[in-house]
């Protein structure tokens, strides 16, 4: 069994009851989404840094796929830079101990419907049930944002950390927008 250090237990738990305590008090609101880090810990740092420059920014959602292997090593190397965020697991972090290091830090799953992991029906029958409008997802490896089923409900995929790129996602009292941002290296400087 994986010895995953005592401050790591229960991330995930800790960093919602920091976010319903956080005071937004606004309709409007603004979030990053990042996914697919496998094993691009240096664009995760840079697009890290980009977020920490955004004052709008409240907080930061990870779709998953952080790790490339599920290994210890790998979950430590992702805590370390993201401490303090929500996080959702993806197929890559479940490999050789992920599963159990995973539980016993984080919690969720981040395929979209139509990357053939779901039964397409019940996901829809999920997303109308609870009045959803957006689905968020990673996985695809690709950068989507649509109306799927034409069901009402938009869905976006945030392409992965291949190359420094993050989605913000800008929330209004009866809508949102979404801002594909793609970090770009001159130099050893990062220009927007």
């Known amino acids: 069994m994986a010895q995953v250090d005592e401050d790591v237990l229960a991330t995930t738990n800790i960093n919602l009851q920091a976010i319903k305590n956080s005071n937004i008090e606004t309709d409007t609101f603004q979030f990053a989404f990042i996914t697919d880090t496998h094993y691009h810990y240096d664009n995760l740092k840079t697009v890290i840094e980009d977020i920490n420059k955004q004052e709008n920014i409240q907080f930061v959602i990870i779709g998953g796929d952080f790790t490339h ?6 979950y430590q190397l992702f805590h370390n830079i993201m401490k303090g965020l929500k996080t959702v697991i993806g197929d890559h972090d479940y490999l050789s101990n992920g599963e159990v290091i995973y539980k016993q830090t984080f919690v969720i799953a981040h ?12 996901y829809k029958l999920i997303m109308q049930n609870n009045d959803v409008q957006l689905s968020i997802h990673g996985h695809v490896r690709c950068y989507y944002f649509g109306d799927s089923y034409e069901d009402d409900v938009a869905y976006l995929t945030s392409p992965p950390l291949e190359n420094p790129t993050y989605t913000v996602i800008n929330i209004y009292d009866d809508s949102y927008d ?15």
Not at 69 to 74: A, I, N, P, V
Not at 112 to 122: H, L, N, S, T, V
């Open 111 to 122: 395929f979209p419907p139509y990357a053939g992991q779901f039964d397409e029906d019940m």
């Open 69 to 74: 292997h599920g290994l210890l090593k790998e």
């Open 178 to 192: 979404i801002e594909l941002r793609e970090l770009y290296y001159e130099r050893n400087e990062i220009k927007n």
